[in-house]
């Protein structure tokens, strides 16, 4: 495994992530406890030590699932991130709520479920501008911090991206940008990275294999498969496709597995601390975990 800084906040965390989206069951199957450790597990045994969660994912379910493990395990091996601003309701339902009050008490939900007395990283989950421009909601986060509940704060950017945020993620004390960004989408290049270069930011790439499309498995004939993922719009999937097949054919180095050099691919700016792909099993883990001997520095 190897190692980078996370911005600013002088974190040392794996350049493989664990993204938990997954735990919460919209991933098309559900989790319990012995299938999380045994993913969790693996991760560790690969040198992995970060996870990154969320407040919605499965009403708490991910985070329930990972504070479980770590009451379990050796806590001060791992750096936890998760997020705020939304409850989950049902399955792809969720309201949100970033006022300063309401996320004072996500706050402390995330600390039971986790059971952890600090979170390492704490980021606003992809809320609109407007929201995130709220003074208050910054003031108490940093008298959190203050206090010891919260080390570092992070800003998980809207799919579509924020400029904005980026832009204004060191004025309210944010150390780390969280983007998705893999070899099909590369439109952080120009609104987040310039900002996260001049503000010493780190940045977590997200859906690195780009749902799957990137991970290899996929062909215009058994894509989507049946989960959140057949909600995606078909025609964009069939163009993003046929651009897997160019890629494959052009780019990626005989021998080499699609969904290891993906990873890598993202990785290959010193930018990007880490990349936090999801993982439906302990062999999924490893699989990505290998993609760091694809990295050079």
Known sequence: MRYRILGRTGLRVSVIGVGTWQFGGEWGRDYDQSQADAILDAAAEAGINLVDTAECYGDRLSEKLIGDYLSRRDRSRWVVAT??????HSFMKRTEDFSPADVQRQLEGSLRALRVDRIDLYQFHSGPDAAFLNDDLWEMLRRQQAA????????SILGKGSELQAREASRVGAAALQVIYNR???????????????????ILARVPLASGLLSGKYTA???PPNDVRSTFDREKLKADLAAVEQIKK?????????SQWALAWCLRNPLVSAVIPGCKDP?????????ADLVSA
């Open 83 to 88: 997020k705020f601003g939304h409850h989950f």
């Open 148 to 155: 010891g509940r919260i080390a570092h704060l992070g800003i």
């Open 184 to 202: 099909l989408d590369r439109r952080p290049e120009q609104t987040v990275f310039p900002w996260a270069e001049t503000d010493q930011l780190g």
């Open 221 to 223: 004939a058994n894509f």
């Open 250 to 258: 052009n780019e990626v180095p005989p021998g080499v597995p699609l």
């Open 283 to 291: 062999a999924q883990v490893r699989s990505n975990a290998a993609a």
